[in-house]
């Protein structure tokens, strides 16, 4: 079932309820003011009798009541008529506000349903290729009549990469699958300056490897917070920064606080990114173009997502300064809470 049609089925049952409740309504003001017009000239009647015909009511009660019968059945006639013409003006004015009614009521379901489809065909496309990979090497592998141990290791080493791969694909879906689900992380007093320290200390052979330097300025802020997902949200930033920092260069880690809020900005000097780029950086699986993309360091694209997460879990927000080769700053403000 598309969501047209079930806009329109839900209009039709606003509708449906609407005019049910109209008509039963003017079905009963109908009963109503004819009752009450019948007793009005019955009332009449009864009076005119009580005085006997003169030059000043020449009519008899005979025709009288004939003239106040002609009248009560106009009269029920017109108020039919009119209540006909309201019932009407209300069903068109209310299937034009149910049928908003209806998209207002099923636009939120429409766009989680299609966050969904999109996370579904992503995270299928992103588990492909990894197996297609082992599949296609294992294939080549059996075809090959001098394949030996030598081979067999290096195919070995092959799959053993694809499997980590796999491997950090399932961690990273399982933690932004947390983050969506959890309602409220557990709070403690938290320094952020053991925040920053632990989370570098973890991506330390990162570093290493590109011979990259954290150049920390750290004051001792302290928050309540989720000390553990602030750990993940500074490693993910961190790494991000790593990945698409030069060979030789720094990383600058800050946290400040300012304005009732905590800060932790962390800068880098590396390829930067697009401006057109810059508003989609948050979604799942989004990768900018070639110049970040996996042809040139390993991901897929799910990290800043969690990091929103996290950040929005704190009541905070997530920002990020950037230009292409010269480097790119995202800025974490945590409230002091």
């Known amino acids: 079932m598309t969501f047209r049609s079930a806009y329109l089925k839900l209009t039709a049952i606003y509708v449906l309820i609407v005019m049910v409740i109209s008509i039963a309504f003017s079905v009963v003001l109908y009963q109503i003011l004819t009752k009450e017009l019948d007793r009005g000239l019955i009332r009449q009647g009864e009076a005119l009798r009580t005085f006997p015909p003169s030059e000043f009511a020449p009519f008899s009660v005979t025709a009288f009541e004939k003239t106040r019968l002609d009248q009560l059945k106009e009269s029920n006639n017109h108020l039919k008529i009119n209540l006909i013409y309201f019932d009407l003006l209300i069903f068109f004015v209310s299937a034009g506000l149910s049928y908003f009614l209806a998209r207002r009521t099923l636009k939120p379901i429409e766009e989680m ?110 928050t309540s917070a989720n000390k553990q997902s602030l750990i993940e949200l500074v490693g993910i930033l961190l790494e991000n920064a790593i990945k698409y920092s030069s060979k030789n260069s720094k990383i600058l880690l800050t946290t400040e606080i300012r304005d009732n809020h905590a800060y932790i900005k962390v ?71």
């Open 113 to 222: 349903v299609d966050i969904q489809n999109r996370f579904t065909v992503d995270a299928s496309h992103e588990l492909r290729t990894p197996l297609t990979a082992m599949k296609t090497e294992i294939e080549v592998g059996l075809r090959d009549k001098k394949f030996n141990i030598s081979d067999a290791k290096k195919l070995f080493e092959s799959n053993l990469e694809e499997v980590g791969k796999l491997e950090t694909l399932s961690n990273e879906l399982l933690a932004l699958a947390k983050y969506q689900d959890m309602d409220k992380l557990p709070f403690e007093k938290v320094n952020l300056r053991e925040v920053v320290n632990e989370a570098s200390g973890k991506v330390g052979s990162l570093a290493k490897n590109k011979e990259i330097k954290f150049d920390l300025e750290l004051t001792d802020v302290e």
């Open 267 to 337: 800068q880098d000097w590396g390829i930067g990114i697009k401006a057109s780029d810059v508003p989609f950086i948050f979604d799942r699986f989004y990768r900018a173009d070639i110049s970040r993309s996996k042809e040139v360091v390993e991901g897929y694209g799910l990290g800043l997502s969690i990091a929103k997460k996290i950040v929005g879990k704190h009541h905070g927000k997530i920002e990020v300064e950037s230009k292409l080769e010269q480097g790119s700053t995202f800025t974490v403000t945590l409230p002091i809470l």
